[in-house]
């Protein structure tokens, strides 16, 4: 059965410390209030797109443990189809959000998706980090994203983005790929390589290239509890937007309000809104879908 999107990063199981007042230097403890395990990585974004209306699978390994049964009830939970192969472990980061920064620290045992796993979903659509775009399928929209590694490596050994419908990092990440301190500069060297090069900028909005113009948009004030997976989440929103349709200032405007919601409570889980009330968030910032869209919308919201 076709999907809409498949996300083809890893998922992880994430341990955060909720309302720690400080990170611990080395030889120091602290105490956290609370305690809260949630899905990360490639499940951030498959969860948020499915929140928002979209059919979704995630394509990655997960462990036999007792996280990897955690990780797939929660997937089961949230609509998203779990595509992958059952593996030893399942990859963990312990999480230490404090205001806008936070501190992790990560096991990964190596395990990745394969050509095969994406291809099985018969995918409309698939986010994919820079090293994996040669496992996506001919023929589907593509939206690349990178992390750090991902990142510096493409600086050495560019990734082929010409097939990208959309490239999507943050500020560092865009730094480290173009060597570059300057946000504009990077996301106009990015839009040279890809079709549509989008950087996030945190509080500070987000600024993007495509065909030969620049556009910015502002950030939107929020207190900022915890910022794990806001980028994932700007991810699912700019793609939820782009399969409606909507140009790319909407586009753009939709996934700062997506990512803006989720960082004001802890666990991006938390934070992930549904369509109904991204809708009603986007009214209250003069932001509005399409008639025949608003109209979906309301529907769902009366059921």
Known sequence: MSVDVACGELAFVDITFAGLESLPGPGEERRSQDLLRSPGGGAIT???????????ALVSPIGSDSDGDYLRGALAAEGVRWAGRTVARTATTAVMPVGDERAMATYDPGEQTTAAELAAVDPNAVVISLPRLGLVPPGVALYATAGDDEARADAVAPADLAQVRALIVNAREARLMTRTDDCERAVRELAERAPCAVVT?????????????????PGMVVEAVDTTGAGDLFTAGYIWADRLGLPLEERLRWAGLYASLSVRVATALAGAATRTALVEAGAAQGLALP?????????????
Do not use: H, I, N
């Open 201 to 217: 900028l945190g509080a500070a909005g987000v600024v993007a290239a495509c065909d030969g113009r620049l556009f910015r948009e």
């Open 291 to 303: 008639g025949p869209l608003a109209a979906v919308s309301m529907k769902e919201e009366e059921g």
């Open 46 to 56: 498959a969860v948020g797109l499915a929140r928002l209306g979209l059919s979704v």
